[in-house]
């Protein structure tokens, strides 16, 4: 049997791809990509030239069956999006779950992804996330996907698009209350922006242009009742509230009291 090999790619700056990535690109006997096109580009760049097959959202179901027969006969198949790492809202997801059953060896080479490089310098805590990816694109379904996440005490990280991204801000607004926000902008690239700050501030000077990673603060109103919290100092009920929520006592007393 063949090997599937998952490769994250640049989300921007090509310099972000890694000597490995390189390596396994150049000996694959097969890369799938979304857009063959655009990951042309790419191995161009770097001087790689193998076989190329595009896999993408439309063509998933169909394609990964065909994929997963050539990689049961004998062929490593390299598996890249157009940017970032695949199976992480791209596709990739059916190819890699078909091998994983029919006990094929799979391979991640790690790498660039969006939704971790906006987390590691957003400012918000980082311990415990969670990944939502793109909200749904009709206004109704997007509120009540929101409204769904409103009691969780992690931060929560979504993409997306810039047509969508002044109402998205406002229904977090709306719904979250004004939490802490950063709002990442053409991550890696030439006109990268970060904004930081409440969803009300921030919603005002996103420009809807490029592609965005919106990480947004917990909630930490939302607690159990099992701490009697009005019979403790201050200090102890921070503690408290800290560990319930699995944050720094820093990081909480910020979230809180801080003002710019």
């Known amino acids: 049997m063949g090997t599937l090999f998952i490769i994250a790619t640049p989300i921007g700056n090509l310099g972000d791809i890694s000597a490995r990535a390189l390596e396994i690109l150049g000996q694959a006997d097969m890369i799938a990509c979304e857009d063959t096109r655009h990951t042309l580009k790419l191995l161009n760049y770097f001087g790689i030239h193998r076989p190329l097959t595009s896999y993408h959202e439309f063509n998933e179901e169909e394609k990964a069956a065909e994929l997963f027969r050539k990689i049961e006969t004998g062929t490593n198949v390299a598996l890249v999006s157009d940017a970032g790492t695949p199976a992480v809202s791209d596709p990739g997801y059916r190819l890699i779950r078909l091998c994983r059953q029919k006990g094929i060896t799979v391979v991640a080479i790690p790498g660039p992804s969006a939704a971790i490089t906006a987390l590691s310098a957003s400012g918000l805590p980082s311990n415990e996330f969670m990944f939502v ?81 919106v990480v947004v603060a917990g909630g930490v109103e939302q607690m159990e009742e099992s701490v009697d919290l009005s019979a403790l100092s201050r200090k102890e009920a921070l503690k408290a509230i800290a560990d319930k929520l699995r944050i720094s006592r820093n990081d909480l007393y910020d979230l809180l009291f801080k003002k710019e």
């Open 133 to 213: 990816g793109f909200l749904p694109s009709k206004k109704s379904a997007r509120r009540e996907k929101v409204n769904a996440l409103k009691n969780l005490s992690c931060t929560m990280v979504f993409y997306e698009a810039p047509h969508r991204i002044a109402e998205t801000l406002e229904d977090l607004r709306e719904i979250l209350g004004d939490r802490e926000v950063c709002v990442a902008r053409e991550l890696t690239k030439i006109h990268e922006e970060y904004l930081f700050g409440c969803l009300s501030e921030v919603k005002g000077r996103v420009k809807p242009l490029g592609e965005f990673v």
